[in-house]
């Protein structure tokens, strides 16, 4: 690989370009512009060169690729629409599919199967292994950030890759003696995940976004701040709710367990600390509050015989 430019070729496509793919032969390559109507374009990249244009759809197109046996046959996917393009001279002609959420299979523009039901969101992109024609097993990228293989003779399912939906992960815990963590994030799941077998063990999903989360020392409970202003315990082994309660509006910026397991401090945007005492009960009667603290709390520590706590904020540390 010598990582020169072969060639530059001047598009038209408003906007970037949102998906590549060459021929079979390698003497063509399709691309797929950002703009309005999403335009189709094959070239004859080594001339720099433009073979043929026409628009794709007026609704987003994810991607686009030729038949790995083709020059002339490609298929392009994107939201609620499939279609199925020749090219014949100068000329691309399209047929179209219709995408139900399933994992469609065809035969030129002929659907032969479906694969009901394969996975629970929107498919995103999808791979597959080829050999003398024959489809072996699909991989298909879900809206969930699941990576699931299916098979296509009997359909049956196989989650590969876990991941959290949207937006960013704020919270993350390690048990006190297990290799396992807890991830909490703003698509309102909680996930617990096995270090050595790199894997999702079980998750729930809270309705809400989570913004931080801890273990109790004996990484028997452990609580979750909620975007919100609620914190919610659950119980690890099973992760059923073990009580919750919401005494803020503002976002829970972090949660800890006093080292005795007897109190929980929970500290808010709203520039106080609240401290339950869980020995009262799940109704999780609020005991006392610090208040006025000079800016709102962005991580706490108790002492190590849970007489006293430390606050940092935006601007310094208190005690």
Same mark, same amino acid.
């Given at each position: 690989?010598?990582?020169?430019?072969?060639?530059? =070729? @001047?598009?038209?496509?408003?906007?970037?370009?949102?998906?590549?793919?060459?021929?079979?032969?390698?003497?063509? =390559?399709?691309? *797929?512009?950002?703009?309005?109507?999403?335009?189709?374009?094959?070239?004859?990249?080594?001339?720099?060169?433009?073979?043929?244009?026409?628009?794709?759809?007026?609704? @987003?197109?994810?991607?686009?690729?030729?038949?790995?046996?083709?020059?002339?046959?490609?298929?392009?996917?994107?939201?609620?629409?499939?279609?199925?393009?020749?090219?014949?001279?100068?000329?691309?002609?399209?047929?179209?599919?219709?995408?139900?959420?399933?994992?469609?299979?065809?035969?030129?523009?002929?659907?032969?199967?479906?694969v009901a039901k394969a996975h629970t969101g929107? *498919?995103?992109?999808?791979?597959?292994?080829?050999?003398?024609?024959?489809?072996?097993?699909?991989?298909?990228?879900? $809206?969930?950030?699941?990576?699931?293989e299916v098979g296509e003779k009997n359909a049956?399912?196989?989650?590969?890759?876990?991941?959290?939906?949207?937006?960013?992960?704020?919270?993350?815990?390690?048990?006190?003696? $297990?290799?396992?963590?807890?991830?909490?994030?703003?698509?309102?799941?909680?996930?617990?995940?096995?270090?050595?077998?790199?894997?999702?063990?079980?998750?729930?999903?809270?309705?809400?976004?989570?913004?931080?989360?801890?273990?109790?020392?004996?990484?028997?409970?452990?609580?979750?701040?909620?975007?919100?202003?609620?914190?919610?315990? =659950?119980?690890?082994?099973?992760?059923?709710?073990?009580?919750?309660?919401?005494? $803020?509006?503002?976002?829970?910026? !972090?949660? $800890?367990?006093?080292?005795?397991?007897?109190?929980?401090?929970?500290?808010?945007?709203?520039?106080?600390?609240?401290?339950? !005492?869980?020995?009262?009960?799940?109704?999780?009667?609020?005991?006392?509050?610090?208040?006025?603290?000079?800016?709102?709390?962005?991580?706490?520590?108790?002492?190590?015989?849970?007489?006293?706590?430390?606050?940092?904020?935006?601007?310094?540390?208190?005690?």
């Amino acid at each position: 690989m010598t990582k020169q430019t072969l060639s530059v =070729l @001047r598009c038209f496509h408003a906007g970037g370009v949102c998906s590549v793919s060459f021929s079979a032969t390698g003497r063509l =390559l399709l691309s *797929v512009g950002l703009d309005p109507e999403h335009t189709v374009t094959i070239w004859k990249w080594q001339e720099g060169a433009k073979v043929a244009s026409w628009v794709g759809h007026t609704q @987003r197109i994810f991607v686009a690729e030729f038949r790995p046996d083709s020059d002339t046959h490609f298929v392009s996917v994107g939201i609620k629409h499939v279609r199925f393009w020749t090219l014949a001279g100068r000329a691309l002609l399209s047929k179209k599919g219709t995408i139900s959420g399933d994992v469609c299979v065809w035969k030129e523009h002929i659907l032969v199967r479906i694969v009901a039901k394969a996975h629970t969101g929107p *498919v995103f992109t999808m791979y597959t292994t080829l050999r003398d024609g024959l489809i072996g097993k699909i991989l298909v990228g879900t $809206r969930n950030a699941e990576i699931i293989e299916v098979g296509e003779k009997n359909a049956a399912c196989n989650i590969l890759v876990n991941g959290h939906m949207d937006g960013p992960i704020w919270g993350l815990g390690t048990h006190p003696s $297990r290799d396992v963590f807890l991830s909490a994030a703003e698509d309102g799941t909680v996930r617990l995940w096995d270090i050595p077998e790199k894997k999702m063990l079980n998750k729930v999903n809270l309705g809400h976004p989570a913004h931080t989360i801890s273990y109790s020392p004996e990484g028997d409970m452990v609580a979750i701040g909620m975007k919100n202003g609620e914190f919610i315990i =659950l119980l690890v082994a099973s992760l059923k709710i073990w009580g919750k309660k919401r005494d $803020r509006r503002s976002p829970i910026q !972090d949660i $800890r367990f006093s080292p005795n397991s007897r109190y929980l401090a929970v500290g808010s945007t709203e520039c106080a600390v609240d401290f339950y !005492d869980l020995t009262l009960g799940p109704q999780l009667n609020r005991i006392n509050c610090c208040r006025d603290i000079p800016s709102f709390v962005m991580q706490m520590d108790f002492s190590a015989d849970s007489s006293y706590i430390q606050v940092q904020t935006s601007i310094s540390s208190s005690s």
